[in-house]
């Protein structure tokens, strides 16, 4: 299953405390603004044309770092049970 997003991420929002952990894959596409990802024990930052892809079974966080709110292309694959 895959599922695809456009994500406006509010200056400051996080993913929460915790780092999250799921099966699948992510691929992270920033349109506009500044955002961290925390992915296992590397950080990662994002700016206008940057991407990410990774294993979502690895620990993974992510933060708004800029100075505006964030605009992001989110998808989402998960792998059939």
Do not use: Q
Not at 47 to 62: A, Y
């Amino acid at each position: 299953m895959m599922t695809a997003a456009c994500a406006f991420v509010e200056l400051g929002a996080s993913s929460g405390r915790k780092p999250m952990k799921h099966r699948g894959e992510e691929l992270v596409y920033c349109l506009r603004g500044n955002m961290e990802f925390r992915v296992g024990e590397e950080t990662y930052t994002l700016g206008p044309g940057d991407s990410i892809h990774f294993r979502t079974d690895i620990d993974h966080s992510w933060r708004n770092t800029g100075e505006a709110p964030s605009e992001l292309i989110w998808v989402l694959a998960v792998e059939p049970s």
